[in-house]
């Protein structure tokens, strides 16, 4: 019997890398015949992607790496002026390194005629590459690290933009979605959207290629968005075919060279004699950080709630403090001893998965988000970055799964203040509340859905079947 082969394409960092990789190891599981090649690239700001990768696939013999060339990255000033700008710049270099390789990858394969390449797998911002794809007439599958609801607005882009760029204000009116139940006001879509310097022109760009694609698979289930898979799956065909395989977790804490392990050892040693679900714990996704006057408020709100927490929290990139205490207001160290620990890099999954954890303040990226439903536990929003503003809408409007810290925060200018963490703080805390209870609640049917005969399982053994059917 022929093998069939993906090529998959992840794009870097811990948000998108380590669940696409995770679901290329699913995939294996579902057929012992297939095979799977990852191309890997090296992106300038995120230097761990490469040892992620390799650590992530080490025991996996069915899945070959291949590193991509480097590339002349675009000009520094672009990530400052749009991150998204740049890395679509960014992968567009990298497209004609992948049409050689798929090339070699076909022809090799075709002398041996044991191995049928049998599509590529490619990460959202990667769906330039549904060209090279089309050139082999090989289908491209979409793997989407986010949920149905941004699924919605790329496929609003799919299907209501023309070729202009369009421009968005933050006091539009709200927008109908596909996969909504609410109106979404433009204050929570993603900041790219209002973003001149080619922010807007990336995300609608990426948006308008998810229409070309064979089928999307979304690190999602229909138990934890009903409304938006129902909507996708019965859409009279406007949307590639759509498989819910989610929630694509990684258990085990990803080894980061930024994570302190004697810290990391002192920090787990007071979270064991810490009572259930007495710690709040902050942590705001491997890129997010605040300002000094921001990182001010937060400490001064934390002591306000006088919840016992700890926080994960990292100097932003351009700033001139070397380390992140240095923000924190005067004596703030001294008064929070015994009740507050400080971290850098936190192994989240496990802190999540600890008793002590009754609560997360998150950034609400999409794997935070899964991970905390996981293990039971409610969020409070504050989102900061990319499309985190539209999950927090999600998770406080349309699925009363969080508690509203704040939904449209953006770095440039906005201020939380203490006030407002502490009410958060103290109302995601509290033992009895409707979202804990709704939280748990999900979170177990989450479970479910990827175990043997669950709702995401049943729909990944599909897509392998129609994968290989088809190859
Ligand atoms: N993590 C740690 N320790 C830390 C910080 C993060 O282990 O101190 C892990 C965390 O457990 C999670 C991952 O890193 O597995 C972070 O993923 P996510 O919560 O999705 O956040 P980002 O890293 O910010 O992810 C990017 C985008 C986000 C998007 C996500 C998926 O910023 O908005 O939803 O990718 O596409």
């Not at 294996?28 to 015949?33: A, C, I, P, W, Y």
């Not at 992106?43 to 069915?62: E, G, H, M, N, V």
């Not at 679900?277 to 605040?290: R, Y």
């Amino acid at each position: 019997m022929k093998s069939s082969e993906l090529i998959f394409v992840p794009a870097p960092g811990a948000g998108h890398i380590v669940s696409i990789l995770e679901f290329a190891r699913r995939m294996l599981d579902q057929d012992e015949h297939l095979l799977i090649t990852v191309l890997v690239m090296k992106f300038p700001y995120i230097p761990y992607s490469d040892a992620y990768a390799k650590s992530l696939t080490a025991s996996q013999p069915r899945i070959q790496l291949i590193s991509l060339p480097d590339v002349d990255p675009p000009p520094s000033e672009l990530y400052t002026t749009s991150v998204e700008a740049y890395i679509w710049d960014f992968i567009e270099r990298q497209v004609p390194h992948v049409q050689d390789i798929v090339t070699n990858i076909i022809s090799s394969r075709s002398n041996t005629g044991t191995v049928r390449v049998a599509g590529l797998v490619l990460d959202l911002f990667c769906v330039p590459m549904i060209d090279v794809a089309d050139e082999f007439g090989l289908p491209s599958f979409i793997f989407l690290t986010c949920n149905a609801g941004f699924l919605g607005l790329m496929m609003y882009f799919s299907y209501n933009v023309g070729h202009a760029i369009p421009e968005f204000g933050m006091s539009d009116p709200e927008l109908s979605l596909p996969g909504f139940a609410n109106p979404v006001p433009p204050r929570v879509f993603p900041g790219a959207l209002f973003n001149k310097h080619g922010g807007c022109a990336a995300y609608v760009n990426i948006g308008k290629r998810f229409k070309d694609a064979k089928a999307i698979l979304v690190n999602t289930c229909a138990e934890l968005e009903p409304h938006a898979i129902e909507y996708f799956l019965n859409d009279g065909g406007k949307t590639p075919q759509v498989y819910p395989v989610g929630p694509v977790l990684h258990l085990k804490a990803q080894p980061n060279s930024s994570l302190d392990a004697a810290r990391w050892n002192e920090i787990k040693r007071w979270l064991d004699q810490q009572p259930e679900s007495s710690v709040v714990f902050l942590c705001f996704g491997s890129g997010g950080s605040f300002d000094a006057p921001q990182v001010k408020e937060i400490a001064l709100g934390l002591e306000q709630s006088e919840q016992k927490f700890l926080w994960s929290m990292r100097v932003p990139p351009s700033s001139d403090f070397k380390n992140p205490e240095e923000m924190l207001p005067q004596g703030f160290l001294e008064r929070i001893q015994g009740r507050g620990m400080i971290c850098g890099w936190a192994a989240q999954v496990e802190v999540l998965a600890h008793k002590a954890i009754g609560g997360f303040v998150s950034h609400c990226g999409w794997n935070s988000i899964l991970e905390s439903l996981w293990h039971g536990v409610p969020i409070a929003t504050f989102p900061i970055y990319a499309e985190q503003q539209l999950n927090a809408f999600e998770m406080v409007k349309e699925l009363a799964l969080a508690v509203e810290l704040k939904m449209d925060y953006r770095m440039d200018g906005d201020l939380v203040k203490a006030d407002e963490v502490a009410r958060a703080v103290r109302c995601v805390m509290q033992s009895d509340s409707q979202v804990r209870k709704k939280v748990k609640a999900k979170g177990e049917l989450a479970r479910k859905a990827v175990m043997d005969g669950g709702s995401s399982f049943t729909s990944l053994a599909r897509f392998v079947k129609d994968v290989v059917a088809s190859s």
